[in-house]
């Protein structure tokens, strides 16, 4: 029969002496004490026990240990600590914060001096139950607005700078050169007629700007244009009664979606004799001048233009005699025009100053006059057209 432990200098285990003296503990008076009394009786009495039987782990007491002191904590009369859940606030519209119904603020808020953590609690949960999600949840301002881009709903007006092109100008505004050239008058037969410092009508779509005749109506303007009468009646911008659209002579219109049918320009060739000694082209054509092409052939551009640098060689195209020499109003400027004598004519246009005179034969290479900016142009180019029979065609089809 074993002794007491209480009280004994050394513990035998197994043949080995524990050294240490074990003290009788008095219980304490809280339940802390009496929790780590418990364990420390538990850990020496297994200690001392376990000690005896060798097939026993130290890994198996110590987890028999870890389930002793659960077991006490659990049936301890500890309370735990409780803190006070935060009361929910919401933001009035000005950013200030404003207490949700059923809450108190200020000395309130601290309630009286014995007022226990449950009711703190109790306080904080039934001022949350009396809040719905809009109470709470307050959408953050956005410091960075993104303005998504928007379709122009106005007329513009564009002044040409120095280098414009009616290809430049359209797509600075999303639109087909057409739209810029129908809208602007003499335009629509040549977009050489550009000039700088010219104001430019700039639709907010495709389609025709209209000016309404004596006898016009809205089929007859729906059908030249080849839309819709309810395109051109519900445009806001043509502000027409949809009930009632009534036209007055002179007003004017944007027809969205429309097309201009395609009137051909008509050149006249020289009636004047013919030189004897005129040179008669070969038929074969060379580049007139050295430079890059800025704006193609196309059918409201029946030519090429060739942007070079003031005062570069002007040369002729083919052999032939000069029909016209001189300044031409229509927008062309200083121009020569050669007739080549198998149906053919080429012209060139803007020319700083030509070196011909009307009725000159000249040979193919022959240098004509020089590169400028005259008549409406915006900036030094050549102008250069091939006519067969009267007719415009597209120099890329004859030049190498």
């Known amino acids: 029969m074993r002794e007491p432990l209480a009280g004994r200098p050394f513990a035998r285990s197994g043949g080995h002496m524990i050294k240490g003296e074990i003290k009788t503990v008095r219980p304490s008076e809280s339940a802390q004490g009496r929790a780590r009394l418990t364990i420390r009786r538990a850990r020496l009495w297994l200690t001392a026990r376990w000690s005896d039987d060798l097939l026993m782990s ?53 309630g009286p001096a014995n007022s226990s953590p449950a009711a703190a609690d ?35 007006r564009y002044t040409v700078q120095a280098g414009d092109t009616i290809f430049g100008i359209a797509a600075q505004f999303g639109l087909a050169p057409e739209t810029i050239m129908w809208a602007n008058g003499r335009l629509e037969d040549n977009p050489d007629l550009l000039r700088v410092g010219q104001e430019l009508i700039i ?14 109506t809205l089929e007859t303007i729906a059908a030249a244009y080849k839309v819709d009468p309810a395109a051109i009646i519900n445009y806001p911008l043509n502000q027409l009664n949809a009930d009632d659209p009534q036209l007055v002579a002179g007003q004017w219109l ?34 007139p001048t050295a430079g890059q092409i800025t704006q193609g052939y196309w059918d409201r551009h029946r030519a090429i233009d060739i942007g070079t640098w003031q005062g570069a060689p002007i040369l002729a195209a083919d052999s032939g005699y000069v029909v016209a020499a001189g300044w031409d109003d229509s927008g062309y400027g200083r121009m ?65």
Do not use: C
Not at 68 to 96: C, F, K, N, Q
């Open 58 to 110: 130290r890994t198996a007491a110590h987890l028999a240990i870890i389930l002793l002191v659960i077991l006490v904590v659990a049936l301890s009369d500890v309370t735990p600590l409780t803190l006070p859940r935060p009361t929910p606030r919401r933001l009035s519209p000005a950013g200030e914060s404003i207490a949700p119904p059923g809450s108190q603020t200020g000395d309130e808020a601290a």
């Open 122 to 156: 109790a306080s904080s949960l039934l001022s949350a139950s009396s809040l719905n999600a809009s109470d709470v949840l307050v959408r953050a301002a956005v410091p960075h607005t993104i303005i998504p881009e928007r379709p122009r709903d106005e007329i513009t």
């Open 203 to 216: 639709l907010p779509v495709d389609g025709v700007y209209h000016q309404v005749g004596a006898s016009d």
């Open 254 to 287: 944007i027809v969205p979606g429309g097309t201009k049918p395609y009137v051909p320009r008509t050149v006249v060739a020289y009636s004047g004799p013919i030189p004897e000694d005129a040179s008669k082209g070969t038929g074969v054509f060379g580049w």
């Open 336 to 400: 020569v025009v050669i007739d080549h004598g198998n149906g053919f004519q080429t012209l060139y246009a803007h020319m700083q100053v030509y070196y011909v005179e009307a009725g000159d034969s000249v040979a193919k290479g022959q240098q004509i006059g020089e590169a400028g900016s005259t008549g409406n142009s915006t900036g030094p180019h050549l102008h250069f057209e091939i006519r067969q029979n009267g007719v415009q065609r597209n120099p890329f089809g004859f030049l190498p």
